[in-house]
């Protein structure tokens, strides 16, 4: 279906609207959730409970003073942040947030544009914004900025392999890369033969693919540099990030690309695992459920879930370090996303009922997590005995059972004030009182 020129014009307003709506929402929610964690009340003067202090705060920054510090790159440092924010927000424009609806007597779906791979867009779109955050680190002229590109470099290409691995298994049991497809194969209420049985299982692929779903969350939180991996821009070590030398409307700029990323990813999820825009049980009972308007609505309230796991994630776990980080992504996530797209291969070779292919992608999804939080449980290490050390091989250290010797001074004034020493007014013992 092809729409008409004034269609996909209000699609782009429309998709640019919500997004930037969300994206005001979304900073104040979070502000407010990590407020509440905190026991502190969060925003709540700026409009009715605080809702108008993002916007506040954007305008505030688009007003300040925009410094351009000397030795930058001027036109690469001006160009970076255009180019996170493009990237975000491109990456929505092939996500379908409903189903067929009628706009001014148009028939059209909720969707600006699809295409056979539309899950491939959304992945180069989100590795494309890691141009920016390179090229800004690069032309500040400054070490910390380049330092943080680096950064955040290195952990988007490491976690995009994870992420890219794990939503193979999508591909696999879909059949395609079109994200309408698969939106369309996740529906509810699709009758299996079970073991001889006639049932209906739920075909959402967060249920039949959780390893995947696992992987895939914990990836998307490394992509878009959030807490705990918000590694790009730690202050301990960074002073900022890669935008130390930004200011004014650029660094609000790369503040909306982020959250926009977030929102981005929160959408290919849902898409992805939660069935998108189709209705939850048991509000999928309901006939008229996912038509119409309403599944716009059930859409954002899943994107709105997913958006809470990343200020949840933020306002609990203390950020990790850099070599742990990479450890998980590369030793961790990668290995398993391997073993477990093998794995699916071998289920759908050897069954070729879909009720038993369901069946044991449940055991063996249940079997894989268990492995994986085995892997990843903290283990208790013996503590050695303890030994002196003389300093050889190492660095010299005072014994363990060293007991400091009273002190001389306090000894003498102690028998000064006991009669038994030199007098109490002049002498030796009353330096020792006045220095005591």
């Known amino acids: 279906m092809i729409d008409v020129w004034w269609l996909l014009i209000l699609k782009v307003v429309g998709i640019f609207a919500f997004l930037v709506l969300v994206t005001l929402f979304t900073i104040w929610f979070e502000r407010r959730v990590v407020g509440r964690m905190q026991h502190r009340p969060g925003p709540n003067r700026v409009g009715p409970f605080g809702l108008l202090q993002s916007l506040a705060d954007g305008l505030k920054l688009a007003f300040k003073e925009d410094i351009l510090p000397r030795g930058v790159d001027r036109w690469v440092f001006v160009l970076a942040p255009v180019i996170s924010t493009t990237a975000a927000f491109t990456g929505f424009a092939v996500i379908p947030f409903g189903p067929e609806v009628s706009i001014f007597g148009e028939q059209t779906s909720l969707q600006l544009a699809e295409v056979p791979v539309g899950v491939l867009v959304v992945l180069a779109a989100s590795a494309m914004g890691v141009y920016g955050v390179v090229l800004a680190g690069w032309s500040s002229g400054s070490t910390y900025p380049l330092l943080g590109g680096m950064r955040s470099a290195a952990q988007m290409i490491s976690y995009e392999i994870g992420m890219g691995l ?16 698969i939106v369309a194969a996740q529906a509810d209420g699709t009758p299996y033969q079970l073991l001889g049985m006639d049932v209906q299982l739920p075909s959402w692929y967060v249920l039949l693919l959780f390893p995947s779903f696992l992987i895939f969350m914990i990836s998307i939180v490394g992509e878009t540099n959030r807490a705990p991996f918000d590694l790009a821009e730690a202050e301990s070590e960074l002073v900022g990030g890669f935008h130390t030398e930004y200011s004014s409307l650029k660094f609000a700029l790369f503040f909306l690309a982020e959250y926009v990323a977030m929102v981005v990813m929160s959408g290919l999820a849902v898409t992805m ?16 459920a996912n038509t119409g308007w309403w599944p ?4 954002t309230l899943k994107v709105m879930g997913f958006l809470f796991m990343f200020v949840w994630l933020r306002g ?3 950020r990790l370090r850099y070599d742990q980080f990479m450890h998980l992504g590369w030793k961790v996530l990668v290995p398993a996303s391997l073993v477990w797209i093998i794995a699916i291969s071998g ?7 879909e009720g038993d292919r369901a069946l044991w992608l449940t055991v063996l999804g249940l079997v894989f997590i268990a492995a994986l939080l085995g892997y990843l449980w ?3 290490r013996p503590v050695p005995p303890a030994t002196a050390d003389s300093g050889a091989g190492g660095f010299p250290v005072p014994p363990l059972d060293l007991v400091v010797p009273p002190n001389p001074r306090a000894k003498r004034l102690a028998a000064t004030r006991a009669g038994t020493g030199p007098a109490s007014g002049s002498g030796e013992g009353a330096d020792d009182e006045k220095e005591v």
């Open 166 to 181: 794990s939503i193979v298994a999508v591909f696999m049991a879909a059949s395609t890369l079109s994200t309408r497809e």
């Open 273 to 288: 695992f939660l069935g998108g825009w189709h209705a939850p049980w048991p509000l999928s009972l309901w006939g008229e």
């Open 296 to 299: 716009f609505l059930w859409f």
């Open 316 to 318: 609990t776990l203390p």
């Open 347 to 353: 289920i759908r070779s050897a069954a070729r009922d």
């Open 378 to 380: 903290p283990r208790r």
